[in-house]
């Protein structure tokens, strides 16, 4: 397998589930600013689309979305827990999980990464964001992780959209069972690993 990312994108989330799924796999750097891989090739060639995560499988089918692209990674390793079982309630709300990032956080974030953004947008974002992140904060009263004491797909997400916080100012000490989850998380030695191999830490 192949996976395309950009350092720090919401790609981070599918590194991360590779690593814990122990998946033999190889990274290849896509920025979004130039999509030009590291040997020259132009990245629309490879993916029309131009954005990340990008997995390409041995048989040369692809995936270009994190939320399915993390749910097949946690199918190739079953043993490794990263999903409930198909067909479950749990892996209902593992959907739940991933489709909420993507819609009330991951989308909400985007506009403020955008120069042009008018301001009042911007601050209708972070106000819309906090609200989330207090609702989320809520859910993680007494857990580990976001169902429960296992560690699955759905925590590699929140954790690499919460991280983008820094980058636009949102504080997120208000939220303590959030901070406390997030050191948790960022602790794992895939999400070290990850980050690691993006660049992102030393």
């Known amino acids: 397998m192949k996976l395309y990312y950009s350092p720090g994108a919401c790609s981070l989330s599918p590194h991360i589930a590779l690593l814990e799924a122990g998946l033999t796999f190889e990274a290849i750097a896509a920025p979004t600013k130039t999509h030009k891989l590291p040997d020259g090739t132009d990245y629309y060639t490879i993916n029309p689309l131009g954005y990340v995560p990008f997995l390409t499988l041995d048989d040369g089918r692809s ?9 097949y990674i946690a199918d190739q390793a079953p043993d490794k827990n990263l999903a409930p079982a198909n067909g479950t309630y749990e892996r209902y709300k593992l959907q739940e999980w991933l489709t909420f990032i993507g819609t009330e956080l991951h989308k909400t974030f985007s506009p403020l990464f955008v120069p042009t953004t008018p301001a009042e947008t911007k601050a209708a974002c972070l106000e819309r964001m906090q609200s989330r992140l207090k609702w989320v904060d809520g859910e993680l009263a007494g857990k580990q992780y976001l169902m429960g004491d296992q560690f699955t797909v759905a925590d590699g997400y929140l954790f690499v959209v919460t991280n983008w916080a820094q980058y636009v100012n ?3 000490t208000p939220y303590a069972n959030l901070v406390a989850y997030r050191a948790r998380v960022a602790a794992r030695p895939a999400v070290v690993a990850a980050m690691k191999a993006e660049g992102l830490i030393k």
């Open 63 to 71: 995936l270009h979305e994190g939320p399915a692209i993390v749910q």
């Open 170 to 172: 949102l504080d997120l």
